[in-house]
């Protein structure tokens, strides 16, 4: 059942993803429908900046309540990004943890650790309502790429930096990718399309097996403009040519206004506390 859930999402998807993440899901995905995939279980470790791991227990409401006062906790987004639970955490877990994080009293801060080049835009909508809505500080922190739908996601938090000047981010832009099969031979072919606006339910399919394309396009540009929306919105200090789709790195994306800046993943730490520090002092005073 997982297996075809995967393929079902896949097949469904309009992708926010860097290139280095088409080979993941050729790999899995072809892998499904040849009947020779082997799961393999990728642990995303979820921690405290006080030496605590977060452990899923049905009989607790809410693991992060048993962490130690003041705690921040560090949550992992990595890998292809997929709204539903595979073998790694599906983007709504991601979501409905960080909300967890945000009604514990433990919790004084999130920092989301990214290495992720993108993938289904559709995991995105609730992680977008939760971070829209958050009650923490929220930091982005990228260790290696965040890309693509990766990237909408970090234009929620309050902060965003970069582990090293090589680090990858970027990436705004959408496309679509059918996989058609050939029966004959058991093997794939794989269509990809970039946007445009579509009228009529399934002609885009129905035309891009004939190979035209126009339809895909015309439906897909309906969803590169929201997601552009969404960045001036969230960081209006980005730079207006970021939004066609090009990946930078991280010494590129700072002077153009999409990462605050270039450092380690304790300096970024260090701010966070050194912020609620200063926040209890203020309530303190109140």
């Known amino acids: ?3 075809q859930q995967f393929i079902q999402e ?8 860097h290139a280095s993440g088409y080979q993941s899901i050729d790999y899995v995905y072809n892998a499904i429908q040849k009947g020779i995939f082997v799961p393999e279980i990728i642990t995303q ?3 405290s900046t006080k030496g605590e791991s977060y452990i899923e227990n049905n009989d607790i409401k809410n ?13 992992p987004l990595e890998g292809i990004m997929l709204k539903n639970s595979y073998w790694w955490y599906g983007v709504d877990d991601i979501a409905n943890i960080i909300s967890l994080a945000y009604d514990s009293d433990k919790i004084t801060g999130v920092i989301l650790k990214a290495n992720t080049p993108g993938g289904n835009t559709d995991s995105l909508f609730l992680l977008q309502q939760i971070l829209s809505k958050k009650t923490k500080p929220t930091y982005g922190f990228i260790d290696g790429m965040c890309c693509s ?14 582990i090293n000047r090589m680090a990858q981010v970027g990436g705004i832009g959408v496309f679509a990718r059918i996989m058609i099969p050939n029966n004959k031979d058991n093997s794939y072919k794989v269509k990809e399309v ?3 606006e579509s ?12 190979g035209n394309d126009d339809p895909f396009k015309e439906k897909l540009s309906k969803v590169a403009v929201y997601f552009q929306e969404l960045i001036k919105a969230n960081r209006p200090s980005v730079a207006a040519k970021t939004l066609a789709g090009m990946t930078y790195f991280s010494y590129e994306a700072q002077p153009l206004g999409m990462i605050d800046g270039i450092c380690s993943l304790d300096d970024v730490v260090s701010e966070m506390t050194a912020l609620n520090e200063n926040r209890k002092k203020v309530l303190t005073y109140l």
């Open 194 to 196: 970039y946007p445009k």
């Open 1 to 3: 059942m997982l297996r």
């Open 63 to 75: 693991p992060f309540n048993a962490w130690q006062d003041d705690s921040i906790a560090i949550i």
């Open 149 to 162: 739908c990766g990237y909408i996601a970090f234009s929620y938090m309050d902060k965003i930096y970069s």
């Open 10 to 17: 896949i097949d469904s998807a309009n992708l926010m993803l």
């Open 199 to 210: 009228p009529e339910k399934n002609i885009e399919e129905r035309e891009l097996l004939k």
């Open 45 to 47: 470790p979820i921690v």
